[in-house]
């Protein structure tokens, strides 16, 4: 039952997050704000995660290969496809439900407990859309961090690959081209934006709707890591079953 | 003027008010006093809009808050103006940006013009030179007056506060009393304060609503309720040492 009350309400913060606009030159000033804290914000842990766990996954596979048909260009095929496919969409997403996720879950629970988010209703503002909406806009930027994130890690596995004496730097290229599908590129994209939308709003619902005092707001910052891994795994599977299947 | 009629209010199985009928005049601060649980808050929350109540009208003049549109709805919040607690001041923001938010909200001012209000009503909270500092590098006593600029600024109608006084020493509450008190007069506001505090009662109190597990069990003024026989409001107004010698003193004395 909790649960079924749970998902109403996540439902029901979505249609006010649609209505009753907040004035739009504050807005625009909200939206910038937003764009600064978790798009910005998050290039640095991004870039350096994705960078070297693209080395791994280079020298990982070259270990892995010892039979000598096996073609020299599959450490280069194996590091692009891990990386477009999953690695920089799927798994720099979780990483960033740590990282957004609960800076998203514990400011706006900060609000609520210190009564913030009471103010901005008594002054006839619809605080949900003041607080939730220019979060979804700002991650409307989130494929820019996913696009730098499978630049940095094909990077890191070119220069893990051929520094480390795994690959030649020409046989890493050839396997980067090699049976290249541009739709893969899409539906990376195409996931990405729906973890954005799971990003922006799972963690708002859990701070917006927490209830007591500083301690509550630790748990729902928990709650909302594990809700947000959970919904992006969740829609990862659906999304890949839909377009790739 | 606010007038509530026959208020309840109940959550799950407990009833927190329990149809409560009064008036609260323009002009006046009027003090809503009892224990810790009494329903206080809950109150001031019904009248404010931030809880429904289950059954009761709540007049704003003569209009019913109830049936107001959503229209009028954010006509009449754009009027109000409250001081919670803790100040709920937004912490991301300056006190400039603080008290200018509710001109950035609803005022086609230019922000030459909102920075003059904004100066204007931290001069009137006696705040100087405090604009470009955050909530967390000023007092709590600061913050409460920052509250009230912020309240203010948009000249509402109506003033609302939640014990304006908890957490501060006995000087600093006087202070903030006192300021409440003066501009509930020169903007001819309706001023509703929640409070358990005896000292609040005594400085400002011109009407006083006294609950007791939701119930309104008196109300009278700050001259009153020191007369008055309710046996639920003397012990509630002497549980203080300080007050039960005072009237010790003066039985004493006559």
């Known amino acids: ?245 | 003027m606010i007038r509530v009629e026959d208020i309840k209010k109940n959550f799950g199985k407990d009833e927190i008010l329990k149809g409560i009928s009064t008036t609260f005049d323009r002009g006046k601060t009027n003090l809503i006093i009892g224990q810790s649980g009494s329903g206080k808050t809950v109150l001031l929350k019904c009248i404010i809009g931030l809880f429904e109540p289950d059954e009761g009208l709540i007049y704003f003049e003569d209009k019913i808050l109830q049936d107001m549109n959503e229209e009028e709805h954010r006509d009449l919040r754009e009027d109000m103006g409250m001081l919670f607690q803790g100040g709920a001041l937004f912490d991301s923001m300056t006190i400039e940006e603080n008290v200018m938010f509710p001109l950035r909200m609803f005022t086609k001012q230019n922000k030459n013009e909102m920075l003059e209000r904004v100066n204007e009503v931290l001069r009137r909270v006696n705040l100087e030179n405090v604009n470009k500092k955050y909530p967390a590098e000023i007092s709590g006593g600061m913050q409460k007056r920052v509250s009230i600029a912020r309240a203010i600024v948009n000249n509402p109608k109506y003033l609302f506060c939640d014990e304006p006084n908890s957490g501060l020493d006995p000087k600093t509450a006087i202070v903030i009393d006192n300021l409440i008190q003066e501009i509930t007069y020169e903007y001819n506001m309706t001023t509703i304060v929640v409070t358990h505090d005896m000292n609040s009662v005594m400085e400002i109190g011109e009407k006083i609503v006294f609950l007791k597990n939701g119930v309104l069990v008196w109300q009278g003024t700050n001259d009153e309720i020191f007369k008055t026989d309710n046996e639920d409001v003397t012990s509630f107004v002497y549980s203080s040492n300080l007050f039960k010698k005072i009237r010790d003193i003066q039985i004493k004395e006559q």
């Open chain 1, 1 to 245: 039952m909790k649960y079924l009350k749970d998902i109403g309400s996540y439902f029901l913060m979505l249609k006010k997050v649609f209505s009753s606009f907040t004035k739009g030159s504050v807005l625009r000033e909200l939206i910038f704000k937003e764009i600064d804290d978790l798009i910005i914000g998050s290039l640095p842990i991004v870039a350096f995660i994705s960078f070297f766990v693209g080395g791994v996954i280079a020298i990982q596979t070259a270990l892995n290969i010892d039979n000598p048909l096996i073609p020299e260009y599959l450490v280069g095929f194996a590091t692009r496809q891990s990386i477009i496919l999953e690695f920089a969409p799927t798994f720099i997403s979780i990483i960033m439900a740590g990282k957004v996720g609960s800076f998203i879950t514990s400011s706006i629970g900060s609000m609520r407990v210190t009564e913030q988010i009471d103010a901005l209703e008594v002054m006839g503002i619809n605080s949900i859309n003041y607080l939730v909406f220019p979060k979804i806009i700002a991650l409307l930027l989130y494929p820019f961090v996913i696009a730098v994130a499978m630049f940095l890690g094909i990077l890191g596995g070119w220069v893990a690959g051929v520094y480390g004496e795994f690959s030649t730097s020409a046989a890493f290229i050839e396997g980067l081209q090699q049976d290249f599908k541009p739709f893969h590129v899409v539906y990376a994209f195409i996931k990405t934006f729906v973890f954005a939308f799971i990003l922006a709003t799972v963690p708002s619902w859990q701070g917006y709707f927490m209830k007591g005092g500083a301690l509550e707001v630790g748990k729902a910052s928990t709650n909302s890591f594990v809700w947000t891994s959970v919904l992006i795994i969740l829609s990862n599977y659906i999304v890949t079953q839909l377009l790739l299947s």
